[in-house]
């Protein structure tokens, strides 16, 4: 294989309306990042050009396939909005239509019955290697008479069908343009006599993709660079079958951190986890499409309408792309900051229920007839304490930790202990630099003395900020603040690291604050 052939050459005018590209995963496992990336391509192709984006179920491995896994593909493509405009199709439920052409191809002599074991298949395997030549099967049932198949299918012999490479096409090498890596030749007869089908009712890859896409009239096939080597297979049977040859464009394969294929070893490679993680369905695209494809310009942020806009195969790299997991959160976050509280809110609370911080309860009122009629309300209670807490005061939360939420998922070790009845962290959290544990004591009964005094309407950040600052300023935490503030945050939070304590105080409340502070006195002494 070579590909010398500039790729801005092999790209034609496209006329809007006439583009048909298809997807086409085998639901044998969940959506793969790999196959996500492939259908993001497609789809840009197609809306592009304002063509028919078409999903393919290709479900031929009736072992391993499962309605499970086809519906977390389409779940998953339609949070991503990669809706297609036509199916699913099944090759499950077309075995009809590839058992005709399978007869077509014995009848024409294009191709035939094997009869040979896998002893003898690995014996004349062997032997090719032996005398230095390419391990392909040596052709010995192409020739069987009539006679010898009736015979060894009346035994009820095992066998597949094969194509027939030894007829004569155009010349020994097959050439093809890839829109993206140019001129491709192949020479033929290193091809060997493929298998086609395992029976008649059982067509494999290469001959049911060719089917396929000449009855769903697809006009351009996009899809990884590791099936370069199925396509010189497919256009042979193009040509015996007299079907036209769409164009093709082989993307380059994603690769993990140390350059190898990217798979489960190298981090998730499901599409459902990084959902489940609370990775934004933008972000992924966003991140995906970078995989592959650059504007040529430093831009890293894109919508999905200007990607559809912008897309063109001349952007599209060559070389493997690396997947960078510190790159996905780093867009993710972006698109966390961009989202309003109230939609962050929502988007969080999932992950805050699943963890048992947070219950909603559902009320319903009743409205006159006019106005709908019985509408249902959720409203939420802290899970430990059972205490109410609004929409307004979860907007709150969320709202401190905004800037620094990465992945959705991670609302939930952020802020657990806004949700906690009591906090359980070690005594040495505490301590600020050396003080000693009298001193942690004598802040903490600061603490408590000043804030005892502030009155609930007065209970706010910037007040407390304010007050707390000038107890600074008076004491040994003139020269470091962190004497003062740091026992609080941590009394607060049972953390090292979290927001400011006078937010957190401000949305604990006077009482709960208070509360917290005598709790760290008790651990201190």
């Avoid at 494999?204 to 370069?228: A, P, S």
């Avoid at 380059?252 to 934004?280: E, F, M, W």
């Avoid at 929409?391 to 930790?401: M, T």
Wanted: a positive charge; charged letters at 30%; aromatic letters at 10%.
């Amino acid at each position: 294989m070579k590909g010398n052939l500039k790729r801005s050459e092999a790209l034609k005018l496209i006329r809007p309306g006439e583009i048909r590209v298809r997807i086409a995963p085998s639901p044998t496992g969940p959506l793969h990042i790999g196959t996500a990336r492939t259908t993001l391509f497609n789809y840009l192709f197609a809306k592009k050009y304002k063509g028919s984006f078409i999903l393919r179920i290709e479900d031929t491995d009736i072992g391993r396939s499962t309605k499970e896994f086809e519906e977390d593909i389409k779940q998953n493509l339609k949070w991503l909005g990669l809706e297609w405009d036509e199916g699913p199709y099944r090759q499950s439920e077309r075995k009809e239509i590839y058992r005709k052409y399978i007869e077509k191809l014995l009848k024409e002599k294009s191709a035939y019955c094997c009869f040979c074991s896998k002893e003898e298949l690995e014996e004349q395997r062997q032997y090719k290697m032996s005398i230095g030549e390419p391990p392909l099967y040596s052709g010995k049932c192409r020739n069987l008479t009539p006679a010898q198949i009736k015979k060894n299918l009346g035994q009820g012999k095992p066998f597949i069908i094969r194509f027939n490479n030894s007829q004569k096409t155009d010349g020994e090498k097959i050439i093809f343009n890839d829109l993206i890596r140019g001129k491709i030749e192949f020479n033929k007869t290193l091809l060997g006599d493929f298998a086609i089908a395992k029976s008649l009712d059982a067509p494999l890859y290469n001959l049911v993709v060719v089917i396929d896409d000449f009855k769903m009239k697809i006009t351009h096939i996009i899809r990884g660079e590791d099936h370069i080597s199925n396509t010189p297979k497919q256009i042979l049977l193009q040509k015996v079958l007299k079907l036209p040859q769409p164009k093709y464009a082989h993307l380059p394969l994603i690769l993990g951190p140390d350059k190898s294929k990217l798979s489960k070893r190298h981090n998730t490679v499901a599409v459902s986890k990084y959902r489940k993680d609370g990775y934004l369905p933008e972000a992924l695209i966003n991140f995906m499409v970078l995989l592959g494809w650059n504007p040529k310009d430093n831009r890293e942020i894109f919508s999905l309408p200007s990607l559809i806009k912008e897309f063109t195969f001349e952007g599209i790299q060559k070389a493997g792309a690396i997947f960078n997991i510190s790159k996905l959160d780093w867009i993710n976050g972006f698109y966390i900051r961009q989202k309003s509280i109230k939609k962050l809110t929502e988007l969080c609370l999932p992950y805050l229920i699943e963890k048992g911080l947070v219950e909603p309860i559902f009320k319903t009122e009743q409205y006159p007839p006019a106005y709908g009629g019985k509408i249902i309300t959720p409203s939420y209670q802290i899970s430990e304490t059972r205490e109410n807490i609004n929409f307004e005061n979860l907007e709150k939360i969320i709202n401190l930790y905004q800037e620094r939420l990465k992945k959705l998922s991670e609302i939930v070790e952020l802020t657990d202990f806004f949700f906690r009845l009591k906090l359980n962290y070690p005594k040495e959290l505490l301590r600020w630099k050396d003080m000693t544990d009298k001193e942690i004591k004598e802040s903490l009964d600061k603490l408590t003395k000043v804030l005892g005094k502030i009155k609930e309407k007065n209970w706010t950040a910037l007040n407390l900020e304010e007050i707390l600052l000038k107890e600074v300023k008076a004491g040994r935490a003139s020269k470091d603040r962190g004497y003062l503030l740091w026992p609080l945050r941590v009394a607060l939070t049972g953390k090292k690291t979290s927001a400011g304590p006078f937010e957190i105080a401000e949305i604990l409340g006077k009482e709960k604050t208070l509360k917290r502070i005598k709790e760290a006195i008790n651990i201190i002494i």
